[in-house]
Nanobody
Framework: QVQLVESGGGLVQAGGSLRLSCAAS????????MGWYRQAPGKQRELVAA???????NYVDFVKGRFTISRDNAKNTVYLQMNSLKPEDTAVYYC???????????????WGQGTQVIVSS
């Protein structure tokens, strides 16, 4: 069983910063890609950023230059540093991890419960 626990969301003013964390726990052998998605009311969930175990990153255009994804493989944790936040960044942010379980050779995706980010103008 794998659990992803997100933290770090909250209410901030436009231009402010937040750092989201997502820690994976359970019978984990390794984690390949980890990423952050977000979903605003009435909208589809969208990818924000992703990072491979080796540290290669990918960002959607609307967060490039403002957000930074990173990870600590030893802690099975992924972070999203969000700077210069805008009201349009308001959403529930979800952590995703492609997890290889101990004793099983095929990675599978897992999701966190989501953490709310509200950016006021």
């Amino acid at each position: 069983q794998v659990q992803l626990v997100e933290s770090g969301g909250g209410l901030v003013q436009a231009g402010g910063s937040l750092r989201l964390s997502c820690a994976a726990s359970g019978s984990i052998f390794s984690i390949n890609v980890m990423g952050w998605y977000r979903q605003a009311p009435g909208k589809q969930r969208e990818l924000v950023a992703a990072i491979t175990r080796g540290g290669r990153t990918n960002y959607v255009d609307f967060v490039k230059g403002r957000f930074t994804i990173s990870r600590d493989n030893a802690k099975n944790t992924v972070y999203l540093q969000m700077n210069s936040l805008k009201p349009e960044d308001t959403a529930v942010y979800y952590c995703n991890a492609d997890v290889l379980l101990r004793g099983w050779g095929t990675p599978a995706p897992y999701w966190g419960q989501g953490t709310q980010v509200i950016v006021s103008s």
